[in-house]
């Protein structure tokens, strides 16, 4: 007598599925961390090759670096169409200048070109960029990242170790004017993850430019930390722990 072949029961059914449920809790989260992990190795080659191609320019040019604007453009991830070009010249590619990990910070041309954009961010922008070199200085774009570099108006102090809040000015950190500055080029901070906080949390917002700018690397509601490029061209990850404020500019206060 042969024995009907039965499928699986309703019980049977919902163990599988149970099962099923588990190993996707367990394997969810290290696929998270393996997720970021790829996205911070990305990071900290974006912040290498544009510490490289400035260097390159610098060495091009008596050792100066391409300093940011004359007029906007003061904060530290704005970078005017003239200092892009000095990375994209020497080998750097548009994609160098967005971080994956920054949920805020599109590569749209509002940011990109925010200089320009940012009276009309509803319409786009539909003509070419400016090509004059007085032009293209004053222009700045609004990047993933983070520029230790001197302005032509001056940025102010950098601020030593301290506790949050304390805010001493550091003699031994300056932003970068020339290649030629003293100190050790292996400890001076050059490009970076942008890591800021501001009384709303790790992200500022701008809700009448539909504008925001956040921190990089989250680990839930905290920063993870950053990559950060140095001036004699290595990069390196710095926890948030070992993080210090150092720069603060209309209440939005920058770690490194």
Not at 67 to 83: I, R, V
Not at 137 to 160: D, K, N, P, W
């Amino acid at each position: 007598m042969k024995r009907k072949d039965k499928g699986f029961t309703l019980i049977e059914l919902l163990v599988v599925i149970a099962i099923i449920a588990v190993l996707m809790g367990i394997l969810m989260p290290a696929l998270r961390r393996v997720r970021e992990q790829a996205k911070r190795t990305s990071c900290s080659n974006n912040v290498r090759q544009q510490c490289m191609a400035l260097l390159m320019y610098a060495q091009q040019n008596d050792g100066k670096m391409p300093l940011t604007t004359f007029g906007g453009g003061q904060w530290l991830w704005d970078m005017s169409y003239f200092a892009t070009d000095a990375v994209v010249d020497n080998g750097g590619e548009r994609k160098l200048f967005r971080c994956l990990s920054n949920q805020t910070n599109t590569d749209e041309d509002a940011y990109w070109r925010y200089s320009e954009a940012r009276n009309f961010f509803a319409s786009g922008l539909d003509s070419p960029e400016p090509t004059g070199t007085q032009e293209r200085q004053q222009h700045y774009r609004v990047t993933s990242y983070c520029y230790l570099m001197e302005t032509h108006s001056g940025r102010g102090r950098i601020f030593a170790d301290g506790e949050p809040g304390s805010r001493v000015p550091d003699p031994l950190r300056k932003f970068v004017k020339t290649t030629i500055q003293a100190g050790s080029h292996g400890r001076m901070e050059f490009v970076l993850d942008t890591v800021i906080n501001y009384p709303d949390g790790w992200i500022v917002s701008d809700r009448l430019a539909d504008w925001a700018q956040g921190t990089n690397h989250m680990r839930g509601d905290k920063p993870d930390g950053g990559n950060i490029a140095f001036l004699d061209g290595h990069a390196a990850w710095r926890h948030f722990e070992a993080m210090y404020e150092r720069y603060s500019i209309q209440g939005v206060v920058f770690w490194w």
